[in-house]
């Protein structure tokens, strides 16, 4: 079983429609973030959480929103998709004893998101 | 303003060879650098990293080199295979802020022809 979790995998729907991209993990670790990678831009940063009360903006937040509901759950939510939220959208966590050290990133497998 | 830049957007090379993909960075704050592979349809993985400390870190056929006057860091894969065929990320961090997040590059697409 994956350690980083992503549901779901596909999503097709429509502009103006509410969308929950949920993330959970097993590692254990305190940090969550959501990423998008478009075609040609990398990975961009949209929102991220350093343990469960705290959330930052990252980015590109503008159109998102996010909630920290354990240590273990970090859901992505678009309020009202539109057609450029058409992407792929990845969940990453770390491990704050680690991150002066490594700043290791891992990885869920990603949501793949279509706004028609 | 891209603070990393991964600026061949593809490479191709012949299994055997030795392939280098590049990666700039203009903030003076970084001092951990990674790179990440990331095959279709699935996560990016960790691949190699490299701290401001050194100037060079070997992981079997992986060598990522940092030159830091020239803000610039180079990964080495020797002799490539077609299984390393692949997106390639840089990303950079300054973690001696403890806050730090990663930034990414665009990526390279390597294709490693048999």
């Known amino acids: 079983d994956a350690d980083v979790t992503q549901t779901p995998r596909n999503r097709i729907t429509k502009t103006g429609k509410r969308i929950m991209l949920e993330c959970s993990q097993t590692k254990g670790h305190d940090r969550m973030y959501w990423y998008r990678q478009d075609p040609g831009l990398g990975l961009q940063l949209i929102y991220y959480s350093f343990d469960v009360k705290d959330i930052n903006k990252g980015e590109i937040s503008d159109g998102y929103s996010v909630s920290r509901q354990a240590q273990a759950k970090f859901s992505l939510s678009l309020e009202s998709a539109i057609p450029n939220q058409t992407a792929l959208y990845f969940c990453?966590?770390?491990?704050?004893?680690?991150?002066?050290?490594?700043?290791?990133?891992?990885f869920g497998e990603g949501s793949r998101l279509t706004v028609l | 303003d891209q603070q990393v830049k991964q600026n061949s957007p593809s490479l191709s090379v012949q299994e055997g060879r030795i392939s280098i993909l590049n990666c700039d960075y203009t903030n003076s704050m970084f001092d951990y650098f990674l790179w990440y592979k990331k095959y279709p349809a699935e996560g990016p993985t960790f691949l190699i990293s490299i701290s401001s400390i050194k100037d060079k870190n070997e992981d079997g056929r992986f060598t990522v080199f940092l030159n830091k006057s020239a803000k610039h860091l180079s990964l080495h894969i020797v002799p490539s295979q077609p299984g390393d065929s692949a997106v390639y990320f840089c990303?950079?961090?300054?973690?001696?802020?403890?806050?730090?997040?990663?930034?990414f590059g665009k990526g390279t697409m390597l294709l490693v022809s048999p």
């Open positions: 990453a966590t770390s491990d704050s004893r680690l991150a002066g050290t490594t700043g290791e990133l891992f």
């Open positions: 990303a950079a961090s300054a973690t001696r802020s403890g806050y730090s997040t990663l930034t």
